[in-house]
């Protein structure tokens, strides 16, 4: 479903030193894996995920989805096979549009767009289908502007505009962080019915440990560019917090010592 072969990329700093954010990255996803992605500020989460959307071209190796190459493919053209859904509730929804108008375009992601009635009426009773499915009466406030829902709606509505389109693949960029733990709950609960019906599969970034291991069916830990873990069900089912640092000090030689991991752990 998802291959990375061999992937480097690196960044260039104002003083002319490079930064290698992924050093000679291979993985494999099979359809349905729903995979956690753990590290360090710094350790590549974010390199990973953007590099798979088209965000950064790589600067050698190969991204492959669902069997077709997609490596030279710009952001835009991979949004046709890809959903993603960001920390920041504001950055997946256009708060000046409405719902509807919202969920129109995230329906119509990765299509040529003409010139055409912005709204149809079968895609209205679509949207009211799947905004129903959140248990929120989203699908009773179509026409509202989304800068009017709340921080948890605003994520749950670009939950549901990210998988809308069927995407062969979902990025959740720690999409629960900026939320109150109540909420975040809800957001992540609501995440996994949505995985789950869609049959999708899923890289999602966390730095909560606890949940990295709570959710999905895999963990893949990150160091300094590199997948320096993998663990997979059923031995991960069996893993606590404190066995993941382990092995990553069995890994490495090392202990982790980013304070944001280790407090949410």
């Known amino acids: 479903m998802l291959e990375l072969n061999s992937v480097h990329k690196s960044f260039q700093s104002g003083m002319g030193n490079g930064r290698l954010a992924l050093d000679n990255v291979s993985l494999s996803l099979q359809p349905e894996d729903f995979v956690t992605v753990i590290g360090s500020n710094g350790a590549g989460k974010s390199t990973l995920l953007n590099v798979i959307a088209g965000v950064f071209p790589v600067d050698s190796g190969q991204v492959i989805i669902d069997g077709q190459d997609v490596t030279g493919w710009p952001e835009h053209r991979r949004a046709s ?29 990765g299509e040529r767009r003409g010139l055409s009635r912005g709204v149809l009426a079968k895609d209205r009773d679509y949207f009211r289908q799947n905004l129903s499915s959140l248990g929120l009466g989203l699908e009773d406030r179509l026409l509202e502007p989304v800068k009017l829902l709340s921080g948890g709606q605003r994520q749950a509505l670009a939950l549901l505009m990210a998988t809308l389109s069927k995407p062969k693949l979902l990025l959740l960029d720690e999409h629960t962080a900026a939320l109150d733990p109540r909420t975040a709950r809800e957001i992540q609960e609501l995440t996994n019915d949505v995985v789950k019906r869609g049959n999708l599969s899923v890289l999602m ?31 991960r089912c069996e893993m606590t917090v404190s066995d993941l640092l382990e ?16 407090l949410e752990a």
């Open 81 to 109: 096979v890809i959903g993603r859904v960001f920390q920041d509730p504001m950055q997946g929804t256009a708060g000046s549009m409405t719902i509807e108008e919202n969920m129109a375009m995230a329906l119509k992601r």
């Open 205 to 235: 970034v966390t730095h909560n440990l606890r949940l990295a291991l709570a959710v999905g069916t895999r963990t893949i830990m990150m160091h300094e560019g590199e997948i320096v873990l993998d663990v997979s069900d059923p031995e």
């Open 247 to 262: 092995r990553f000090h069995d890994a490495r030689g090392e202990r982790l010592s980013d304070d944001r991991i280790l």
